[in-house]
């Protein structure tokens, strides 16, 4: 079951002469921009591709650091998703009552392994590190420093904390990330089982600032990331994620409610192994 994604209002409506400000800065990063392309002969920019159009493979995120850069290549915004019925960010009840894990004290952290607050149960599965690098695709792939990613998916048996049977006193696997200079939010956590009717994936909501993360009314956009099909076969292979093997034979991308409609910015690259664990990354463009 999914439901129509909510609409968000505007919180950062901070007058005239901040909305001045933030323009010139536009301004100035794009003539920055064609002064470059001028002197390199008015080379094209090319067509973007998202974490990477292949399941396997090296990472293809530009590696930054310092100050905020631009990274090398180029980006598209990322395709506006559902949250689906399990958010956990203020929208929706489960159990009778508001289910908002932004609220809790522990909620910005890297490993989302584990469950905060009064709840202490741990998600067991294959490790997985998720590196989001978050871009301007208004400024040339700009990388955008202090925004906050929260990052929910179910567990090895394709539950969700807080919500499924089963599941309903944890909230492991839900995080908030502040992204650094280079763009980038990293979270630690486990590739997520495969359950019936969706393609296996993780769920993300991107906001202005960790401050601002507290509620689904305050983010900018809602998307989602497709695990690799080489990546789930092998670990559906493993103990642990009991129905995820038989659960993804019944199902394909091109099939899949959500990603039928192509997948080309929200398929990581991923590197790594069953016993070593993996490693995701995602360039995710936004228009800021």
Not at 207 to 234: F, G, H, M
């Amino acid at each position: 079951m999914q439901h129509t994604p909510h609409t968000h209002h505007d919180p950062f409506d901070q007058g005239l002469a901040h909305d001045l400000n933030r323009l010139l800065a536009q301004q100035a990063a794009r003539r920055t921009s064609l002064r470059w392309l001028l002197g390199a002969g008015g080379l094209a920019l090319v067509g973007c591709g998202g974490g990477g159009s292949t399941s396997t493979g090296t990472s293809t995120g530009a590696t930054t650091g310092g100050t905020t850069t631009t990274p090398s290549g180029s980006c598209s915004v990322i395709p506006s998703e559902t949250e689906g019925p399990y958010p956990g960010d203020g929208s929706n009840t489960a159990n009778g009552s508001i289910a908002n894990v932004l609220t809790l004290s522990g909620i910005v952290r890297q490993d989302i392994r584990t469950s905060i607050g009064n709840a202490s149960g741990t998600a067991g599965g294959v490790p997985m590190t998720v590196e989001l690098e978050l871009v301007n695709t208004n400024a040339s792939c700009a990388s955008l420093e202090g925004y906050a990613i929260y990052l929910w998916h179910c567990d090895a048996l394709g539950r969700y904390s807080m919500y499924s049977s089963g599941a309903t006193a944890e909230n492991y696997l839900r995080g908030v990330q502040v992204t650094g200079s280079n763009g980038k939010a990293t979270f630690t956590t486990i590739v997520p089982g495969c359950y019936a009717g969706r393609w296996p994936h993780m769920h993300f909501e991107i906001y202005r600032s960790s401050n601002t993360a507290s509620s689904y009314t305050n983010k900018l956009r809602t998307s989602q990331l497709a695990v690799p099909e080489d990546i789930c076969a092998a670990v559906y292979a493993t103990s642990g994620y009991s129905g995820s093997a038989t659960n993804l034979r019944g199902v394909s991308l091109a099939s899949d409610g959500i990603f039928s409609d192509g997948v080309g910015t929200q398929l990581p690259s991923v590197t790594g192994s069953v016993s070593a664990g993996y490693a995701a990354s995602l360039r995710v463009g936004i228009s800021a």
